[in-house]
């Protein structure tokens, strides 16, 4: 396993070009003055989501290694969690996000999301279970949602929130392949669904009737969503996404909205050649901020703590493939509106995949590969 205490944790000159579209004006990118370093909490492979229990312990899922739990600081290995169901492990497909209910102190309900099935047919979906009291089981496992079913292994979205009304939003991506689905609403690739705990379907979901779209679809034409934040005190839902070679976007998510993709990009295919000739459409949302070239978001997290002098109110993005290292950007808010961006952390090598702030007010981030979980630190 890499030591990541040996990885710079300095700031470097920007080098990426990072615009929002709100008339073609451009977000200012800074160098962070705050440097910040990663400091080792847990060791983990290929960590996906985490969630803190309020006793400051952890439950992560690795990809390949279902779910954990540990004490961090106690010197005790994390745990394997039994109960998941088995899930499809090649390519980009595993156990990846996870969340607790709103009132998991009374019921202890887990809900993780997953890719099941085989390589010829598999879907995202998205079961829950009660914790057993000695934290080494999921009892009472059910599926609640299940996506199409696809014969790719790549674009499973699967990041979850709450909102403050109870519901369950659920992130899809597009399978790659079928990217022109994500324009379809009765078609749930390409989407965010927001669905009940128990997986049936709110009333005023805006497809609820099944006429013009499927009943469980809140929003619609997105690529590829790995980051999902619910601001309880706002009621604003924050999405970033994977655009293709550029063009990853931040989104503000709202009902029946369609984002665009892959009508209108910011990026281009792998290969150079245009997906679409057009930045923008009528009908379509522009995002509230984009990367070009892309830092590949995935985990996203407002800070709601004064641990970080000036952050608070303030949203955290992991970047799992950014331009000379770059693995983790502040994004300035002022009045919910995105007014700079900030780059705190490069480290080649490195990639993170979830960022969540613990109980205690600090930022942790889990690296994609074979790294773990760690603690956010200013360096004094």
Known sequence: MPNLLRLPALALAAVLTACSQTG??????????TKVKLEPLVAAEQAWGLAFLSDGALLFTEKEGGLKYVVPGTGVDPKPVSGLPPALTEGQAGYLGLALDPDFEDNRLVYVALSSGTSAANATAVVRGRLSDDNSALEAVEEIFRGKTRDTAYHYGSRLAFANDGTLFVTVGEAFKYKELAQNPKDVLGK?????????????????????????????GHRNPQGLYYDTVSGTLWETEHGPKGGDELNIITRGTNYGWPAITYGVDYDGTIISDKTEAEGMAQPETFWVPSIAPSGLTMLNSDVYPGWRGDLFAGGM???????????????????????????????????????????????KDFDGIFKVVVVE
Do not use: C, H
């Open 192 to 220: 965010i669904v927001r669905i009940n705990p128990d997986g049936s379907i709110p009333a005023d979901n805006p497809f609820a009737d099944g006429v013009a779209g499927d009943p469980a679809v809140w929003s619609y």
């Open 24 to 33: 073609g004006t451009a977000t200012p990118v800074s160098v962070s003055e």
């Open 321 to 367: 493939n950014g331009p000379a290292g770059l693995v983790l950007v502040r994004i300035d808010l002022d009045g919910g509106k995105v007014i700079g961006k900030e780059d705190l952390l490069r480290a080649d090598g490195m990639a993170i995949r979830d960022v969540v702030q613990g109980p205690d007010g600090y930022l942790y981030v889990a690296t």
